[in-house]
């Protein structure tokens, strides 16, 4: 079993709509949990972090953990083309000091 | 808006040779993380650095890698008697607090 596991897609939506990413976490200690954009050859861009149950929301944003279920996801409303590019799944535990296992990451294209 | 530097941004050696990877973490970070990422496959944790020594090192960061902070601005990865299988790219990254990490973008290591 893989330690952070993604939806390997590729995930394709219409330009407006509801994108939906998945990651679920084998190591029931994680503490933090970090979602990453990286657009082809470019570097991993930090956009959320959650350490709690529940929703948080940043812009057109919404990342959920449920630490129960072992899983968090990654909402982007109002998809846009821009927003295509893969999205990493980071997970950490505090007492590591900061180490991250990423996923594989998962390709969203936003079609106009 | 402050940034990680990382050059070169591409270097080329041939194999058995020695490389140093060079990195300016985001001043007032406290936390330095070496990650890699060969072509097509995901990100992989390297190494991590806090309080000027290594807080956790990964199985890959094994006799053949080792960092330095020289001067208390530059964060460097040395990289001894290169193999192809190190071919990938290089991520510097730095944090405030543990896990959330801003990447550089990356030196593309090519070993021939």
């Known amino acids: 079993q893989k330690e952070v596991e993604q939806n390997s897609g590729p995930l394709s939506v219409p330009e407006g709509a509801i994108a939906s990413l998945n990651c679920t976490y084998s190591d029931r200690g994680s503490q933090s949990f970090f979602w990453y954009r990286q657009y082809s050859g470019k570097s991993p861009e930090l956009i959320m972090f959650i350490y709690s149950n529940g929703d948080k929301e940043d812009g057109r944003f919404t990342a959920q953990l449920n630490k129960a279920s072992q899983y968090v996801s990654l909402l982007i409303r109002d998809s846009q083309p821009s927003d295509s590019a893969t999205y990493l799944c980071?997970?950490?535990?505090?007492?590591?000091?900061?180490?991250?296992?990423f996923g594989d990451g998962t390709t969203l294209t936003v079609k106009p | 808006e402050p940034e990680v530097t990382q050059t070169p941004s591409h270097q080329v050696t041939q194999m058995g040779q020695e490389v140093i990877l060079r990195c300016v973490p985001i001043?007032?970070?406290?936390?330095f993380y070496w990650y890699r990422q060969i072509l097509g496959q995901k990100v992989e944790f390297l190494v991590s650095?806090?309080?000027?020594?290594?807080?956790?090192k990964s199985e890959i960061f094994d006799d053949q890698f080792s960092v330095e902070r020289p001067d208390g601005s530059n964060f460097t990865l040395k990289i001894r008697s290169t193999k192809l299988e190190d071919s990938a790219m290089y991520f510097c990254?730095?944090?405030?607090?543990?896990?959330?990490?801003?990447f550089g973008q990356g030196t593309r290591l090519t070993v021939v």
């Open positions: 990254a730095s944090s405030e607090r543990a896990g959330v990490a801003f």
């Open positions: 001043s007032n970070h406290l936390y």
């Open positions: 650095f806090y309080n000027n020594e290594i807080s956790e």
């Open positions: 980071a997970v950490n535990r505090e007492t590591n000091a900061g180490k991250s296992t």
